[in-house]
């Protein structure tokens, strides 16, 4: 082999070897590209699935919100009566002394 020849092998051996580089970076980037996506995907599910789990404790938190709410108002609608009831005993006793001290 002369030295042309040499020269041309040592050239395409190193053009294998950029294509073989190459090649290796492009499946690096694909690799790279695909674990991007598995955690991007990873992060929205769970980032979807607590904003789906607060939601619920939302939910279960205002229905027992308006519960206790609702207990309470009937407690004070019973608490009322209860004054009511006192207040008009207080009125007619009051308006049968002022009858007793009027005769």
């Given at each position: 082999?002369?030295?042309?020849?040499?020269a041309?092998?040592?050239?395409?051996?190193r053009?294998?070897?950029a294509?073989?580089h190459?090649?290796?970076e492009?499946?690096?980037d694909?690799?790279?590209?695909?674990s991007?996506k598995?955690?991007?995907?990873a992060?929205?599910?769970?980032?979807t699935?607590?904003?789906?789990e607060l939601k619920?404790e939302?939910r279960?938190l205002?229905?027992e919100l308006?519960?206790d709410i609702?207990?309470?108002?009937d407690?004070?609608?019973?608490?009322?009566?209860?004054?009511?009831?006192e207040?008009k005993?207080?009125i007619?006793?009051?308006e049968r002394?002022l009858?007793?001290h009027?005769h």
């Amino acid at each position: 082999m002369n030295e042309t020849h040499m020269a041309e092998i040592l050239d395409l051996q190193r053009q294998k070897l950029a294509i073989q580089h190459a090649a290796t970076e492009v499946v690096m980037d694909d690799k790279i590209r695909s674990s991007e996506k598995r955690i991007v995907t990873a992060v929205t599910g769970a980032i979807t699935n607590a904003v789906l789990e607060l939601k619920s404790e939302l939910r279960d938190l205002r229905a027992e919100l308006k519960h206790d709410i609702a207990s309470v108002r009937d407690e004070l609608k019973g608490d009322i009566a209860d004054v009511r009831t006192e207040l008009k005993t207080d009125i007619a006793r009051l308006e049968r002394k002022l009858d007793c001290h009027a005769h």
